[in-house]
């Protein structure tokens, strides 16, 4: 049990100097905190952590400013677990907020600034990851078949260089994520989340606000497939895939939400490059982009089932959809109320569309296609209306 106020690590691991100092979890070792003993709150009913707020940091000196200024000599990780560590659920974190790693090193100290993972799946919960930075997953790195248990944990204010501002998950890694937050992240690729041969589950998790220069406002997926239910994006923005974006893999989303995501280029809410997603249930509301408001689907055949476009806008083709040598499957999906130059509802470019009992209302196009727009495209529409 820990007392509030900020810890910084003593021991050296993975190397020799201060900024090798990180923490280590342990197998079977639970540690929480959130307790007050000034007070007298030392009992388990006494415990509040977010009153008796408990930080450990990496910001060895203590003169951390904002942005990140004044971190050259923090730890590389808060929690550094390398090869050999292994740990499994029974290695637990609760109530800490983990702040000030800076991963800026040479191999693999560039990875995971709030905790570093190989081959390691601890158990945290109420745990919260701000203000960490490194050149691959700023708050946290997954690696090499890790799988933590994260549950209601919060990533805030995280930063990559290159990609996953939170979170960077790497090569068969599959942790599961129950009721977590990610806000203001940034990276160059998956603000939020960025995802490499690996296969995440997130339940009941929110993305707002989070940011990537090229891809992936909140999350970026290349050839991965992540399981998301009752997950909501909003605010996110990128180039590519403002909410979501998938390259070559082929993720499963039921009762999604996905509003006032933007992109400056394709996808304002999911861009959808190869592979073959699955989305049950999801609504775009209020997404833009350039091409595909809502969705845009290159070389893609996702399926989408009972999915609900309304009020997107794209500035040129597309603003529900806009598929380009794509196959998408729609069944039950209905479009209201976009709106772009070309095909308000969608746009269809050398594609083969498929819609079953699908309708379009009240869709708008500056140009032409109000409902749907074909350029060299062969739509199938079984029991659908359009007007």
């Known amino acids: 049990w820990v007392a509030e106020g900020t810890y910084t690590p003593t021991a050296e691991h ?101 905790m570093y993972n190989h081959g390691s799946s601890p158990t945290l919960s109420s745990c919260t990851f701000a203000g960490n930075w490194a050149t691959g997953g700023g708050g946290m790195h997954n690696f090499l078949s890790s799988a933590p248990a994260l549950d209601h944990c919060h990533f805030s204010g995280n930063s990559a ?38 296969s995440p589950v997130l339940t009941g998790c929110t993305f707002s606000g989070n940011s990537a220069v090229e891809y992936g406002g909140a999350m970026d997926n290349y050839n991965s497939s992540p399981t998301l239910t009752n997950c909501g994006f909003t605010g996110n923005s990128a180039e590519r895939g403002g909410g979501i974006y998938n390259d070559a893999g082929s993720p499963s989303l039921t009762g999604c939400s996905f509003v006032g995501n933007s992109a400056t280029s394709e996808g304002g809410g999911m861009y959808n490059g190869g592979g073959s997603p699955s989305l049950t249930n999801c609504t775009f509301s209020a997404n833009s982009a350039y091409d595909g408001g809502g969705v845009y689907n290159r070389s893609s055949s996702p399926v989408l089932n009972g999915c609900t476009f309304a009020e997107n806008l794209a500035t040129e083709g597309g603003g529900g959809v806009n598929n380009y040598s794509s196959s998408p499957e729609l069944t039950g999906c209905s479009f209201a109320g976009n709106s772009a130059f070309i095909g308000g509802g969608m746009r269809n470019g050398n594609s083969a569309p498929d819609l079953v009992e699908c309708t379009f209302e009240g869709n708008s196009a500056g140009n032409s296609g109000g409902g749907m727009y074909n350029g060299g495209s062969s739509p199938t529409l079984s029991l659908s209306l359009i007007h």
Request: charged letters at 20%; aromatic letters at 12%.
């Open 14 to 114: 993975g190397g020799s100097g201060d900024r090798y100092k990180s923490f280590q979890m342990k197998n079977g070792v639970a540690i929480y905190g959130g307790f007050d003993p000034s007070v007298g709150d030392t009992a388990w009913e006494d415990r509040d952590w977010e009153t008796n707020e408990t930080i450990l940091s990496g910001d060895l000196n203590g003169d951390d400013g904002s942005g990140f200024a004044n971190n050259e000599e923090n730890s590389y990780h808060v929690f550094y677990h390398p090869d050999g560590t292994g740990l499994d659920t029974t290695a637990i974190l609760d109530g800490f907020t983990i702040t000030g790693g800076n991963a800026d090193g040479i191999l693999p100290h560039v990875y995971g600034g709030g």
């Open 161 to 198: 260089k290159w990609d996953g501002g939170a979170i960077y998950n790497v090569f068969t890694s599959a942790p599961e994520l129950t009721g977590c937050t990610f806000e203001d992240n940034s990276a160059n690729r998956g603000g939020g989340m960025y995802s490499l041969f690996s």
